[in-house]
């Protein structure tokens, strides 16, 4: 369940790929509907578990207060950072500059804690900064071989998954995952709105848009945090998010076979580089208490 949240994850970014590409889709108009319709889900489905937790929060002010930020500026932040990276480069590229994010929680972590990082620590921030330097100039130091937008959308969004990983800690220490994720989707969407006008469409929409769509809301939102979560309570959360790790391959092997995208030896070499940064930082976590929360793409 762990490894198939990871592929569906990592197909949803090609599909918004295609939408972007093919279809004419602008990027704000994709992420307000599918937090709006994945949050209507993900409540109505916490309604189903846990009816008084759903709505518990919204009684206590400041966890109330949390939730917004979550939702405002961890929810919104996090989606349209990664897709507006996909829309500007590819859906592999931009999930694998998002991987980065862990790096941001371990140094965000080590400053608030004033604890040095561990030896696994520094070696995943070494393979990290080859990683991404591969991947974007290829080996050479004298240009880029993708755009500065795609760069620094990529590693924003990274930026805003270390914070979407962070800031919602202490309430799901209180809450359900499913509670909090599908609030703060349905509170993003809704801020969202005001600024994407998601009543205005531009694109194509065929059969194909409406499937890609569809797979974006339920198999790339909804069923992989199902998954997730569930996968955690069996294998636990550090086991879980390794495997979890999968997600750039998924998202670059199917950008590479549906799309077409040019993969070559040296984004493979930073892609593998940039996943030893997560098998390493996942392993240094052994017995230590890790709330898995980062479920973004």
């Known amino acids: 369940m762990a490894i198939s949240s990871a592929v569906l994850w990592g197909v949803s970014g090609t599909c918004a790929q295609f939408l972007f590409e093919q279809k004419g889709f602008d990027p704000a108009w ?15 489905f916490s309604l189903t578990r846990k009816t008084k937790d759903t709505f518990t929060i919204w009684k206590d002010p400041m966890d109330a207060m949390k939730l917004l ?22 859906a592999a590229t931009a999930t694998i500059l998002q991987y980065i994010g862990p790096l941001l929680v371990v140094a965000f972590y080590a400053i608030k804690n004033r604890k040095w990082p561990i030896m696994a620590e520094y070696a995943s921030l070494t393979l990290a900064l080859i990683g991404i330097f591969l991947l974007v100039t290829h080996g050479s130091f004298d240009q ?22 962070i800031q919602p800690v202490g309430l799901l220490r209180k809450y359900s995952p499913a509670s909090i994720t599908g609030w703060g989707m349905l509170v993003g969407g809704l801020a969202f709105a005001l600024v994407s006008k998601p009543w205005e469409f531009q694109g194509t929409w065929d059969f194909e848009a409406g499937v890609a769509f569809t797979y974006i809301v339920i198999l790339g939102s909804v069923v992989p945090f199902y998954f997730f979560l569930k996968s955690v309570t069996i294998i636990g959360a550090t086991t879980a998010s390794l ?25 493979w070499l930073g892609t593998i580089f940039i996943l030893i940064t997560i098998v390493l930082l996942t392993l240094s976590t052994k017995g230590k208490e890790v709330k898995a929360t980062s479920l973004t793409s």
């Open 30 to 44: 994709l992420v307000c509907w599918r937090m709006l319709i994945a949050g209507l889900i993900l409540v109505g």
């Open 69 to 90: 930020l979550f939702g405002i500026l961890g929810m919104v932040a996090v989606q349209f950072t990664y897709f507006y990276s996909i829309s500007l480069s590819n």
């Open 144 to 165: 880029l071989v993708i755009s500065e937008g795609a760069l620094f959308w990529g590693l924003l969004s990274a930026l805003a998954l270390a914070f979407y990983t």
């Open 243 to 267: 495997l979890c790790s999968v997600e750039p391959l998924a998202a670059a092997g199917v950008a590479v076979f549906w799309l077409g995208v040019y993969f070559g030896p040296m984004d």
